[in-house]
């Protein structure tokens, strides 16, 4: 098992520049995230999903776009970097959400935004 | 709310020593409680949890947590540290009824001396 896997480890954008942060995990989970972690700051959950077809909001989701049409995938949508979304993002998974559930993160995607 | 307050920002040790890291946290019911432990670099680890029982939990790499629901408390600890345990580590909160987020403190950066 890979586990949780994202794509890219790194990356620079322009203000204005869009992208995708790939997640991927091969575990059979129902439950995703993605989390940004400033520094500082821990991490805060931006968008989750209980399944395949089904998303939310987090805390800080403003700027960002989620979609889950896999079990396996769940790719987190940047439409119009801004300076402000310079993070490193971590994708999870989990089989179940609650406390019995552990999250498995991913290695991280740094991104810069100038 | 749910909170986590972790006072340390940064502890520095020296190899062989014993390690306390802090966390309290805010909320109204019995919480489930995790320490995770981030190395440079990395994703997060699960080091161990909390949600019933035995306050005195025993994790991986030799790390234990207590407790103590009178100080609102869920401190780690560690007879005797490794160089390979520098790295960052984060105390969170689940709070259950529903809700699918986590909520990380700042987390402590942890030094090794030699």
């Known amino acids: 098992n890979a586990g949780v896997t994202q794509t890219p480890k790194f990356r620079i954008l322009k203000i204005g520049q869009s992208m995708t942060l790939q997640c991927t995990q091969d575990m059979n989970h129902n439950y995703m995230y993605w989390y940004r972690q400033d520094p500082g700051m821990g991490l805060k959950l931006i968008y989750y999903?209980?399944?395949?077809?089904?998303?939310d909001k987090g805390e800080v989701p403003n700027g960002y776009n989620v979609s889950r049409s896999t079990t396996e995938d769940f790719p987190l949508r940047l439409e119009l970097a801004a300076p402000s979304q310079t993070s490193v993002y971590f994708c999870?998974?989990?089989?179940?959400?609650?406390?019995?559930?552990?999250?498995?993160f991913g290695p991280g995607t740094r991104l810069t935004v100038t | 709310a749910q909170s986590v307050t972790q006072p340390d920002i940064h502890i520095t040790v020296s190899e062989g020593a014993s390690l306390e890291l802090r966390c309290n946290y805010s909320y109204g019911a019995t919480p489930y409680l995790f320490w995770y432990v981030q190395s440079p670099g990395q994703g997060l680890q699960l080091l161990l949890k909390y949600f019933s029982g035995d306050t005195l939990v025993q994790g991986i790499k030799g790390f234990e947590a207590e407790f103590k629901r009178s100080q609102s408390s869920f401190n780690l600890r560690k007879p005797s540290v490794h160089w390979s345990d520098a790295a960052e580590y984060f105390c969170?909160?689940?709070?259950?009824?529903?809700?699918?987020?986590?909520?990380f403190g700042k987390g402590t950066k942890l030094s090794v001396i030699p």
């Open positions: 999903s209980v399944g395949a077809g089904i998303t």
């Open positions: 969170a909160v689940y709070s259950g009824a529903g809700s699918y987020q986590l909520t």
């Open positions: 999870a998974s989990s089989y179940r959400t609650g406390g019995d559930y552990e999250q498995y």
